[in-house]
């Protein structure tokens, strides 16, 4: 959904605008299109390997980290506030492809899982370390595994006699536990344990509540999301501002200011056309607003 998200912004020429994920510069190269010689897009990624996609521009600002430090390096820029901010949150063709990485299924490889490789921990320390609760919350709440309990506990007994460090070996040991669908089972527990290892929901969070003080008036945001955990987060905190719940006390005094003003009432989806092109995008969706 490049094009959609990118014409969602509204893109004022002499404006400044974020890519919080340039991954392969797609949306990166979209946005510098619209942009005149005076505009600006900061663009972040932890992922060494996506500095090498950076266009040769400069209107560019690169800052090679993690989103949720967005206040942060506008700051150290001096860029008071921004016109738009764009998050893709999916994971990137290149990291699914390259089997070294640990992100995909369908390579041997070791479980790493690490987006920034300046991380320390991997999703075979997660695999190794982690106790039976604790593998079992993970998998139940990241992964929406049913069989969440088991598989934790087969984990466990398995680990003990015979270390799990690679992709191979931990499917080989979830061949019996496996519920349903195999390939989507594997996903689910791929998802969970990547989650975890790049703590992807706590940076999605960060990055939400630093909207409203990073955003000009009539700024845009507009967030790519690939499963209902971050789609969740994303539409609680863009329909209230905040991730108190509201007041339903119909007598209750002091109403919470609007920080934002949806652009579409329902998520944006792929069309067909790219449905065809780009299976991954099947579960994409999304949502864009407007900073009151």
């Known amino acids: ?3 959609e998200a990118v014409e969602a912004l509204a893109i004022r020429p002499d404006g400044i605008y974020v890519d919080c994920t340039l991954g ?5 190269k979209a946005i510098l299109s619209r942009l005149s010689p005076k505009g600006k897009l900061v663009a972040f990624d932890q992922d060494a390997d996506a500095a090498k996609n950076l266009p040769e521009d400069a209107r560019i600002i690169f800052v090679p980290h993690n989103f949720k430090h967005l206040s942060r390096f506008l700051k150290l820029h001096g860029i008071d506030c921004v016109d738009g901010v764009l998050a893709d ?3 990137s063709s290149h990291q699914f492809d390259e089997g070294s990485r640990g992100f995909s299924i369908r390579f041997e490889g070791p479980l790493d899982m690490r987006m920034d490789q300046r991380r320390e921990l991997t999703a075979a320390e997660v695999v190794q370390t982690y106790s039976e609760q604790a593998l079992q919350e993970m998998f139940s709440r990241y992964g929406e595994v049913t069989n969440a309990k088991t598989l934790a506990k087969h984990l466990v007994a398995s680990r003990m006699a015979s270390p799990i460090q690679t992709i191979g070996q931990l499917k080989a040991v979830l061949s019996s536990v496996v519920k349903g669908n195999p390939n989507k089972y594997l996903a689910q527990v791929f998802q969970a344990l990547r989650i975890e290892v790049n703590d992807e929901l706590g940076a999605l969070k960060e990055l939400l509540e630093q909207l409203p003080s990073v955003l000009c008036k009539h700024g845009r945001v507009a967030f790519i999301t690939f499963h209902s955990l971050e789609d969740r987060l994303v539409k609680q905190f863009l329909r209230a ?3 108190e719940q509201e007041n339903e006390n119909p007598f209750a005094i002091g109403a919470k200011e609007k920080v934002f003003q949806l652009v579409h009432k329902k998520p944006i989806e792929p069309k067909q056309e790219e449905l065809k092109n780009n299976p991954r995008s099947r579960s ?5 607003a407007e900073r009151l």
Do not use: F, S
């Not at 392969?24 to 990166?28: D, L, S």
């Open 24 to 28: 392969g510069a797609g949306h990166t």
């Open 1 to 3: 959904m490049l094009q």
């Open 284 to 288: 994409a969706k999304l949502r864009v």
């Open 89 to 91: 949150l999916g994971v």
């Open 241 to 243: 501002g905040t991730w």
